[in-house]
């Protein structure tokens, strides 16, 4: 069993910037894939970013390509996601998610699920 807590989320102004991280129990964590999701008022459930279980390979949406940055710490049992130059349309709730394989950007791939953390982005 994997469980996910995620950290970092709060109030910010636009072109700002916040760090979220996510801690993962178990001792498989360098097994899994991990992703960032969001979920906006209103809106559905998406892909934000991915990371494989090495790191080597990062996946990122276009809505926030060049602004968001994937990490991950096996050592740490960490993932994390830097988020710049943020936009009120970011505003979200923002969830890490795990899976054993490779990345993907499919919300029904992933097996684990944190709780969330609430971002709101004012302007």
């Known amino acids: 069993q994997v469980q996910l807590v995620e950290s970092g989320g709060g109030l910010v102004q636009a072109g700002g910037s916040l760090r979220l991280s996510c801690a993962a129990s178990?001792?498989?964590?360098?097994?899994?894939?991990m992703a960032w999701f969001r979920r906006a008022p209103g809106k559905e459930r998406e892909f934000v970013a991915g990371i494989s279980v090495g790191g080597r390979m990062t996946s990122t949406a276009d809505s926030v390509k060049g602004r968001f940055t994937i990490y991950r710490d096996n050592a740490k049992n960490t993932v994390a996601l830097q988020m710049n130059s943020l936009k009120s349309e970011d505003t979200a709730v923002y969830s890490c998610?795990?899976?054993?394989?490779?990345?993907?950007?499919?919300?029904?791939?992933?097996?684990?699920w944190g709780q969330g953390t609430q971002v709101t982005v004012s302007s």
């Open positions: 178990g001792r498989t964590f360098s097994s899994l894939a």
């Open positions: 998610a795990a899976r054993y394989g490779s990345i993907s950007s499919h919300i029904y791939d992933y097996d684990y």
